[in-house]
């Protein structure tokens, strides 16, 4: 007698190798359905970019699982609805998924297993996102850590991080027709009308071999300068670019953490950011409306001005601030914003223009491909001051003494906000400072072709620190 078929639900967990659902489903012996349902974040719509991300995502792996025999199904739909009724259709056994951590999907995933569990199907949930489960680590009071660098030198002592799980060589996938089964394409994923994602394709390779390669090239060098060239704005291999692969689960942070050991003998601080990545699905885990509400309560308290022609001159690199404007037109560009430029693009927002950091998380959750609920929600919190280990609200960001310092020779500034292209390296972080004859040389004309700013440091950061300590009282 053939034994029942397993469900195998990919969400973001899109690869083959170190796939603990995966590999639990093929090592039951039963054919295994491997299948997508479009509709992520019950509660929240996907970021435009994130589509652009997920669909070549999607059709990475459906040609990673070809390879093994298995067919990748796709379906669109409610998956509390969905799921059942594969079940019984397919007369599957069971269902297996790797966890997530994010509140609505905490509740979903709940109401399948147990809607599931009244029938007498097998659910299996499995970990494979992180390093280390959210609720693992623990205080010498029982609770979560609220600090980073305690809880990084926690996880470090416990050890034992297993290795990682090798890709099936095949799978014995259930290939049959499902009812409702759909292409990819026909997700409409892709934007057409306008198609803004054309500068996606050339920094980009999405699925799993893309992201193996960014980290073997990576790993190849500049692992060793990470620590003195991971804030200059504009070296792009300063950094490893592995964020929208690993937000999408296209390699595991497993593999990440031996690979990076096993190929580098310099690789602390490196690791310790995928600790950070850790850390802020701690805090989403323990504290679910992390993207909507703020950690710290005192800050509801907060007068904002949300003004929304401000908001949209943040939104399109048009403030004044060069730094700020090059951070803000490389995300929609590329669907990506150097980390250094996100903190001073973030906190320009939120202090300078007293834009509430919610309006900031949308925007970045809208744009970036490597949009993520945990460490979006996590990061926006820490600029803001509201967050856990937060950096507090009166440590305002220069926006040009930032731009001077990371980004000296103003390559980035000339890359991203090509009307400063001809700027001197003196001024270019300060237009305003420069005398008429120096801008008419450099053909910009403040509030003609580069807008001046749109707020003037000093008192917008009076302003910012007036409106905290009244918040205060
Ligand atoms: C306002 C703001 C919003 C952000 N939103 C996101 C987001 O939606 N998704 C996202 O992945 N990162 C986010 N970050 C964190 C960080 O900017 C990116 O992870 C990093 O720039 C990605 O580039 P990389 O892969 O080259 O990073 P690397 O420096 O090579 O780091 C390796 C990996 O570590 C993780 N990581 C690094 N820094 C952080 C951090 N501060 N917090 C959490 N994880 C980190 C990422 O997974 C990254 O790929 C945000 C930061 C800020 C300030």
């Not at 259709?89 to 994010?102: E, L, T």
């Not at 997700?187 to 390669?213: N, R, V």
């Not at 504009?234 to 999408?248: I, K």
Request: aromatic share 12%.
């Amino acid at each position: 007698m053939t034994q029942s078929p397993a469900i195998l639900w990919f969400r973001r967990d899109l690869r083959v190798a170190d796939h603990p659902a995966l590999t639990a489903a093929i090592d039951s012996g039963a054919p295994v359905l491997c299948l997508y349902i479009d509709h992520e974040f019950a509660g929240r719509p996907r970021g435009g970019a994130s589509e652009w991300w997920l669909h070549h995502s999607l059709k990475s792996l459906e040609s990673d699982l070809e390879k093994c025999g298995a067919k990748l199904h796709i379906l669109r739909g409610n998956p509390e609805v969905l799921i059942p009724s594969i079940v019984q259709d397919i007369k599957a056994g069971a269902v297996h998924w790797s966890r997530r951590y994010d509140g609505d999907s905490i509740e979903l995933d709940k109401a399948i297993k147990s809607t599931l569990k009244d029938d007498g199907i097998d659910v299996h949930s499995h970990p494979g996102s992180l390093l280390r489960e959210p609720w693992e680590i623990k205080t010498g009071s029982d609770t979560y850590y609220k600090v980073f660098t305690p809880y990084w030198k926690a996880c470090l002592k416990a050890g034992g991080i297993e290795d990682a799980l090798p890709a099936p060589k095949s799978i014995d996938g259930w290939n049959g027709n499902l009812k409702g089964s759909l292409p990819i394409d026909d997700l409409g994923l892709l934007p057409t009308d306008p198609d803004w994602a054309g500068g996606f394709d050339g920094p980009w390779t999405p699925g799993s071999a893309g992201a193996h390669e960014r980290l073997a090239s990576f790993l190849d060098g500049h692992v060793q300068h990470y620590d003195e060239q991971r804030n200059v704005a504009a070296n792009e291999d300063g950094t490893s670019g592995l964020s929208p692969h690993l937000a999408f689960g296209e390699i595991s942070p497993r593999e990440v953490w031996h690979e990076t050991r096993n190929n580098s003998e310099v690789y602390d601080v490196y690791l310790s950011e995928i600790g950070w990545r850790e850390f802020s699905y701690v805090l989403l885990y323990h504290n679910p409306k992390l993207g909507s509400e703020n950690f710290k309560p005192a800050f509801d308290n907060f007068k904002w001005d949300n003004n929304k022609t401000k908001l949209r001159a943040w939104q399109r690199g048009q403030t004044g601030y060069p730094f700020v404007d090059a951070g803000m037109r490389q995300l929609w560009a590329t669907g990506w914003m150097h980390n250094r430029v996100r903190m001073v693009a973030a906190s320009f927002l939120i202090k300078h223009l007293l834009i509430d950091w919610r309006r900031g998380e949308e925007w970045f959750w809208d744009t970036l491909v490597d949009a993520d609920p945990a460490s979006n929600a996590a990061s926006w919190q820490w600029v803001a001051g509201s967050g856990a280990d937060a950096s507090p609200y009166f440590r305002i960001f220069n926006p040009f003494t930032q731009g001077e310092k990371f980004d000296p020779e103003g390559e980035y500034v000339k890359r991203w906000v090509p009307e400063l292209a001809k700027m001197p390296k003196k001024y270019i972080h300060r237009p305003w400072d420069a005398p008429t004859d120096v801008l008419v040389r450099a053909g910009v004309k403040l509030g003609g072709n580069y807008p001046k700013p749109i707020v003037e440091h000093k008192a917008a950061r009076e302003e910012a620190l007036g409106r905290y300590k009244a918040s205060r009282e």
